[in-house]
C-alpha cells in the first residue's frame, strides 16, 4: 500500500464527496476525455511545424522512423505517470519531490530533481519566444504589411486575457476548435501533394525504414526528439489537466469501499485519453516531416530566421498552389498560437506546486494557488514577446529548448518505475510488459541524453 498522505491533504486533487463510478462503455468514456485535447494544443505545435519540418527539409525520408519512434514512444511515460497521479492524490511536482536524493533548498530540503528542473526552468521558457514569434510571423504571411514583432506582441496579449480566467473548460474548448483547423489542414495537404511533381513515391517511404542516423543530422534530430510528441513538459502539465478534468477526484481516498473498481475505470478513461493524444499527434506530425522532406528537401530549402514560417509556407503554395498561402497561414497561426495557450497554461499548474515544495505556501491554499496561475499567465506571455524581440529566430529559440526538456525525459522515467514500486497501491500497479517498456525508455533517454551533454553542451570544450 502507498505511504502518502491521504488525497484529502490537497483539496485541488481530491475533495470529500467527489467518487463517482467510472463509464464502463467506450462510448461513455468519450464524454469525461478532455485532457488529450488541451495538451495535444501543445504537443502538435512547433515542434511539428518548425523543427519536424526542418528535419525533413535537411535529412530527407531518412529519419522518418526516427520521427515516429519520437511521437509514440513518450506517450506510455504519460500515461503511467497519469496512473501514479490519478491514484495517489499528488500532483506531479509533489511526486517529484518524492523520490530519493535530498538537497537543502527553500525552506527546508526538495529532491534533486526538483533543483534540476528549476535550473532548466528559464532556457526551456526561451521556446515560447520562438512560438509567439512564429505565430506572429504567421499572421505576417496573411498581413504582410505587421511586422512580426507587432504580430507577436498583439498575440501575447490575447494569451494573458484567454489565459488569466483559469478556466479549464474555456481552454478546453479553445483548443478542440484549433486543434481540429490544423491537425484538417495539414492532412488534405498531404494528400493533394499526391497529385502534384513532389509526390513522394513508395521508394522514398521505404527509405524512412532503414533505420539509418546520419550523425551530421544529430542535433536537429535530438531536437525533434525532445520537442516532438509529449515532452518532459508536456507529461507534467497532463497531470494538471487531468487532475482539473477530475479523475483523481472520483477516483477519492483510498480507504473508501470501492476504491479498487473506481480506480482502475477511470485509469481506463485516462488511457483512452492517452490514445487520443497520439493519434492527434501522429495525424498531424507525419503530414509536416512528409511534406519538409517531400517539398523542402526538393527545392533545397530549410527554414531559419526571420524567413522560417514563410519558407516553410513554400510547402503548401508548391503543391496547392498560391492561393493556398492563406491555408498555411491560418494552419500555422492556429498551431503555434495553440501552443502557446497550452504551454503557459500548463507551466502555470505546476509553478505553485513548485513554491509549495520549497515551503513558501500552504498545499490547501487553492485561492493562493489560483492567483500564482493568473500571474504566471500574465508574465509569461511578456517574457517570450521580449525574448523574441531579442532573438528572432523561431527555430533556434525552439531548438534550444527542446535540448533542454529533452534532457528531463529520462527523470520523469525513471520517476514513474520508483514511484510504482515504492508508492503505488500494488491492486492497480501495472503488469510485467509495461514495467519492461517504462525501463527500455528509460534505459534510452538516459543514453539519448549523454548524446546531448557530450555532443551539444560539452562539444564546443571537447572536440
Avoid at 38 to 61: D, H, K, Q, R, W
Wanted: aromatic share 12%; proline share 6%.
Amino acid at each position: 500500500m502507498s505511504d502518502s498522505p491521504l488525497p484529502r491533504s490537497d483539496p485541488y486533487t481530491v475533495r470529500e464527496g467527489g467518487a463517482a463510478p467510472p463509464p464502463v462503455t467506450w462510448r461513455n468514456r468519450l464524454r469525461y476525455l478532455g485532457p488529450s485535447v488541451v495538451v495535444s494544443g501543445s504537443i502538435v505545435g512547433s515542434g511539428e511545424i518548425i523543427l519536424t519540418s526542418a528535419l525533413g527539409a535537411a535529412a530527407g525520408f531518412v529519419l522518418l522512423w526516427w520521427v515516429l519512434l519520437s511521437c509514440w514512444i513518450k506517450s506510455l511515460i504519460q500515461a503511467e505517470f497519469a496512473r501514479y497521479t490519478l491514484v495517489s492524490g499528488d500532483t506531479y511536482i509533489r511526486a517529484m519531490n518524492r523520490l530519493p536524493g535530498r538537497i537543502p533548498l527553500g525552506r527546508g530540503h526538495v529532491s534533486f530533481p526538483i533543483a534540476i528542473a528549476l535550473i532548466a526552468l528559464v532556457p526551456g521558457l526561451l521556446g515560447l519566444g520562438g512560438i509567439v514569434g512564429g505565430a506572429g510571423q504567421a499572421l505576417t504571411l496573411l498581413a504582410p504589411e505587421i511586422p512580426s514583432t507587432l504580430a507577436a506582441g498583439v498575440l501575447a496579449a490575447a494569451a494573458i486575457a484567454l489565459l488569466i480566467t483559469g478556466s479549464y473548460k474555456i481552454l478546453e474548448n479553445v483548443m478542440l476548435a484549433l486543434v481540429m483547423i490544423f491537425t484538417g489542414a495539414t492532412l488534405v495537404c498531404a494528400i493533394l501533394m499526391q497529385g502534384t511533381e513532389f509526390a513522394v513515391t513508395r521508394a522514398e517511404l521505404a527509405s524512412g525504414f532503414t533505420f539509418n542516423f546520419p550523425p551530421e543530422f544529430l542535433v536537429a534530430a535530438m531536437a525533434v526528439y525532445g520537442y516532438t510528441g509529449v515532452n518532459s513538459s508536456e507529461t507534467s502539465a497532463y497531470q494538471y489537466w487531468c487532475v482539473e478534468k477530475g479523475y483523481p477526484n472520483f477516483i477519492g481516498r483510498s480507504d473508501a469501499p470501492g476504491w479498487e473498481e473506481r480506480a482502475r475505470g477511470w485509469i481506463k478513461v485516462m488511457q483512452t485519453d492517452v490514445w487520443v493524444t497520439l493519434a492527434l499527434l501522429t495525424c498531424a506530425t507525419l503530414p509536416f516531416y512528409i511534406l519538409g522532406a517531400g517539398v523542402l528537401k526538393k527545392l533545397g530549402q530549410e527554414p531559419d530566421g526571420l524567413e522560417t514560417i514563410s519558407m516553410l509556407s513554400d510547402m503548401f503554395t508548391q503543391t496547392l498552389g498560391p492561393w493556398s498561402l492563406w491555408l498555411f497561414g491560418v494552419g500555422a497561426f492556429c498551431i503555434l498560437f495553440s501552443t502557446m495557450l497550452s504551454s503557459i497554461a500548463g507551466g502555470a499548474r505546476y509553478i505553485p506546486d513548485y513554491i509549495m515544495e520549497l515551503g513558501y505556501l500552504k498545499r490547501q491554499n487553492l485561492a493562493a494557488r489560483r492567483s500564482w496561475i493568473r500571474g504566471y499567465c500574465t508574465v509569461i506571455p511578456v517574457f517570450a514577446f521580449t525574448v523574441y524581440l531579442w532573438i528572432q529566430n523561431p527555430r533556434l529559440l525552439i531548438t534550444i529548448s527542446s535540448l533542454v526538456i529533452g534532457m528531463l525525459l529520462p527523470m520523469q522515467s525513471g520517476a514513474v518505475l520508483w514511484l510504482q514500486k515504492k508508492r503505488m497501491d500494488p491492486r492497480i500497479r501495472p503488469g510485467r510488459g509495461i514495467r519492461f517498456g517504462v525501463w527500455a525508455i528509460f534505459l534510452s533517454e538516459l543514453v539519448l541524453a549523454g548524446f546531448v551533454i557530450r555532443f551539444v553542451v560539452l562539444g564546443p570544450f571537447l572536440d
